[in-house]
């Protein structure tokens, strides 16, 4: 991690998707999130389009950290993509992104708030997540194509059982 000598009161966020710039967006995730490198700019404007809310975190006009949630709105939300700028790291913004995402309207009286990470338990322990062995199933989706039409059905039933349970 970078110094956290580093003054960082100019940086705005902002729960604005208009101000979202896919482009941006890209060069963010191939520079720190190994998950999201090989995201294509379409499938980007997809997930944009369907999470809610969504943070950003700007210096100036540069796109330096974003995150992005889906909720429910009372019973169960999830945190995606959380990422800061590697020269941006370490100086709390991953903090106060994260938490700018917990306190929106859509997120802040949720039951639960879930996340799933490979590396980053510490940072997300911080802020007050804690560690859940009992919520880890995770369906890999099949091409629907390749499925008679009555299996197709209840595939899709499956699919959204998984995700009620969480
Ligand atoms: C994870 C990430 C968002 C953290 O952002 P950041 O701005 O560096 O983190 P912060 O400075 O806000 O850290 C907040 C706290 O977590 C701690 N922390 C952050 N990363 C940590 C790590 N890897 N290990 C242990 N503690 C960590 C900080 O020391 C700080 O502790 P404090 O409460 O004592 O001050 C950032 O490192 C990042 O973008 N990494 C690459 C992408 C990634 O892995 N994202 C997570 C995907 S699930």
Same mark, same amino acid.
């Given at each position: 991690m970078k110094s956290t000598a580093k003054d960082y009161r100019h940086i705005q966020f902002c !729960? !604005?998707? &208009?101000?979202? !710039?896919i482009k941006q967006l890209q060069t963010l995730f191939k520079l720190a999130a190994f998950w999201a490198r090989e995201r294509c700019s379409e499938d980007l404007e997809i997930a944009v389009a369907n999470s809610n809310p969504i943070v950003t975190a700007w210096d100036g006009e540069e796109m330096i950290g974003f995150a992005r949630g889906t909720s429910d709105g009372i019973y169960r939300a999830t945190i995606w993509d959380v990422v800061i700028h590697p020269d941006y790291q370490g100086g709390g913004l991953g903090r106060k992104l994260v938490q700018t995402v917990l306190s929106h309207p859509l997120m802040c009286r949720v039951e639960r708030v879930y996340l799933m990470t490979t590396h980053q338990q510490k940072f997300y322990e911080r802020i007050g997540f804690e560690y859940n062995q009992s919520t880890t199933m995770v369906l890999y989706n099949? @091409?629907?194509? &390749?499925? @008679?039409r009555t299996e197709q059905n209840s595939a899709n039933q499956t699919a959204n059982a998984v995700s009620i349970s969480r």
């Open positions: !729960d !604005d998707r &208009s101000k979202i !710039d099949q @091409p629907m194509e &390749s499925l @008679p």
